[in-house]
């Protein structure tokens, strides 16, 4: 069977004046435009075709891909606006994607760039794009392993960093103090998973060398710093200390924070303390003594 808003792998039935029939199973024969192929396939032969609907609402088939598939994210332009029902998104193939009016966040132009997810409709059938994105980002715990290889899609910011559409299905964050430089809205990265946090949400990071235990190197040599410039090596964050605060002393996150401490104790560089952590003071250095008669 066809599915809409996919590509598929479609049997060939005949050929007539307007193109090729492909078999589309339940949704019976689909036609797939004489433009598309150069020639003839033999009857039965799969072509790969993605189904949609044309502007008379026939499901009709094409060899060409659009920027994104039923299922996904994609960053995509306003090319037109209807004040009655919606505007309509650049998406890659002939016909133009629907944003309806009730899946838009904000009011929009000719011209604008913004974040969709791209939905088959329930009521209609249809094709269309909404930018409500959270109800498309799955709260589930993924199973996902520290410093597995995500696709990324950034489609926010917030005070803490960028959020994330991960591999279309999940909201992940990169955080502000794991990053060189700034991220613009709608761009695609790879990165990498730091944690999934219990509530669905997952920490990423665009350096592998940044997940894991491979990342506290460059933590404890920030916090070291810090504790060298602070009145009397010491500084008033421990384990118990709130997220926030550790990330606005060092960009890291609480977890990161506490291996890197951990380091620093076991390696004795650092005391911690109930109320916080602080230096440990260097020996003195012992004064050489009296050089004996002769031993010079």
Same mark, same amino acid.
């Given at each position: 069977m066809a599915h809409i808003g996919k590509r598929n792998q479609l049997p060939f039935v ?31 032969? #799969?072509?790969?075709?993605? *189904? ?6 026939? #499901? ?11 299922? &996904?994210f994609a960053f995509l332009r306003v090319v037109s606006v209807n004040p009655r029902i ?7 193939? &002939? ?7 009730? &899946? ?11 974040? *969709? ?30 410093? =597995?290889?995500?696709?990324i899609l950034v489609i926010g910011e917030s005070p803490l960093g960028y959020n994330a ?6 909201? !992940?964050? #990169? ?11 709608? =761009? ?11 509530? !669905?949400?997952? +920490? ?15 933590? /404890? ?10 009145? !009397? ?5 421990? +384990?118990?200390?709130?997220? &926030? ?17 951990? *380091?620093?104790?076991?390696?004795? =560089?650092?005391?911690?303390?109930? /109320? ?21």
């Amino acid at each position: 069977m066809a599915h809409i808003g996919k590509r598929n792998q479609l049997p060939f039935v005949r050929e007539a004046t307007p193109g090729f029939y492909l078999d589309g199973g339940s949704h019976g024969e689909i036609l797939l435009p004489g433009r598309y192929l150069t020639s003839r396939p033999t009857v039965g032969s #799969l072509v790969d075709v993605f *189904v949609y609907r044309d502007s008379e609402d026939r #499901l009709v088939a094409t060899t060409e891909a659009p920027y994104a598939a039923v299922g &996904e994210f994609a960053f995509l332009r306003v090319v037109s606006v209807n004040p009655r029902i919606g505007v309509f998104l650049d998406w890659g193939l &002939e016909k133009d994607l629907l944003l309806p009016i009730r &899946e838009q966040s904000g009011p929009l132009q000719e011209g604008d760039w913004l974040v *969709v997810h791209v939905a088959l409709d329930q009521r209609t059938d249809r094709i269309i794009a909404s930018a409500r994105l959270n109800r498309y980002l799955n709260l589930t715990p993924p199973v996902y392993a520290e410093g =597995q290889a995500v696709k990324i899609l950034v489609i926010g910011e917030s005070p803490l960093g960028y959020n994330a559409a991960v591999n279309h299905t999940h909201r !992940g964050l #990169l955080y502000h103090g794991d990053l060189p430089g700034p991220l613009t809205i709608g =761009q695609p990265l790879d990165g990498y998973v730091r944690t999934v946090r219990p509530d !669905g949400k997952i +920490d990423l990071a665009l350096d592998r060398g940044r997940v894991g235990y491979q990342r506290i190197g460059p933590v /404890t040599d920030k916090i070291l710093a810090t504790l060298r410039a602070a009145p !009397g090596g010491r500084l008033p964050l421990h +384990d118990n200390s709130p997220p &926030e605060e550790i990330r606005a002393t060092f960009g890291v996150s609480k977890k990161a924070f506490k291996q890197a401490i951990g *380091v620093l104790f076991k390696s004795g =560089q650092i005391l911690i303390e109930k /109320t916080g952590i602080r230096l440990v003071a260097p020996e003195p250095a012992k004064k050489a003594g009296p050089v004996a008669p002769g031993r010079r």
